[in-house]
């Protein structure tokens, strides 16, 4: 287990409706960056959190948005659903050093599915 | 733009034999490689890392090498395990991208015992 933990695990929307993920980091964790996993494909970055500000962006459009709290959790939103939204959606958390690696603790993800 | 990608998506192996999974690189600004093992309902989970200062690096049963020269890099588990079966994706990052992943498109492994 990575400490990461993400809800709801699975949910069902509806085209034009708007969706909130949330996460919690690994304790001690201060980055949290969410990516995208359509099926089959790789994971795509969405956007880093860090210190409660965004931290760099993916190809997403504006409709995909984010925010950090002050215990480095975590939400992602995403307004006026598209059918191509469907996807697992990954949150990723990791401590910030000046070295630095890409050793990201992943949850286990949230399955939205958009009819 | 810029992008990593893998030569087999597929891949099947008996019970005790060596995998050996690629993944090919097209951004020369990568610096840092890193190899993730995704199984069924689950997020990736960090497998191994690599630099682009070493060419080779080893774990428990893997080891990852990296050609630099080619934009090349492989993953290698030794006597493969049922337990192996999974989706593994090659992942880079690139110069102050902390964090920020460009991954592949995978490759599937499967372990027949």
């Known amino acids: 287990e990575t400490g990461v933990t993400q809800s709801p695990t699975h949910l069902i929307k509806t085209r034009g409706q708007q969706v909130t993920l949330r996460c919690s980091s690994q304790s001690g964790h201060n980055t949290v960056s969410w990516y995208q996993q359509a099926l089959g494909q790789g994971p795509q970055f969405i956007f880093q959190y860090y210190r409660e500000e965004e931290n760099g962006r993916g190809n997403f459009p504006p409709r995909f948005s984010g925010l950090q709290f002050p215990n480095y959790s975590s939400e992602l939103n995403v307004n006026a659903l598209e059918l191509d939204d469907s996807a697992l959606y990954l949150c990723?958390?990791?401590?910030?050093?000046?070295?630095?690696?890409?050793?990201?603790?992943f949850g286990e993800g949230s399955r939205l599915t958009v009819l | 733009g810029e992008s990593v990608g893998l030569h087999l998506p597929t891949l099947s192996v008996q019970e005790g034999d060596n995998s050996i999974i690629n993944c090919a690189y097209s951004n020369s600004a990568s610096d840092y490689f890193i190899w993730y093992k995704q199984e069924s309902g689950k997020g990736p989970q960090f497998i191994i890392d690599i630099r682009s200062n070493m060419d080779k690096r080893q774990g428990q049963r893997v080891t990852v090498l990296l050609n630099k020269t080619v934009k090349h890099l492989s993953l290698q588990i030794a006597a493969t395990q049922p337990g192996d079966s999974a989706v593994y994706f090659c992942?880079?990052?690139?110069?102050?991208?902390?964090?920020?992943?460009?991954f592949g498109q995978g490759t599937i492994l499967t372990v027949h015992p």
């Open positions: 992942a880079e990052m690139g110069g102050t991208s902390y964090g920020k992943l460009t």
């Open positions: 990723a958390s990791s401590p910030r050093t000046g070295v630095g690696t890409g050793e990201l603790f």
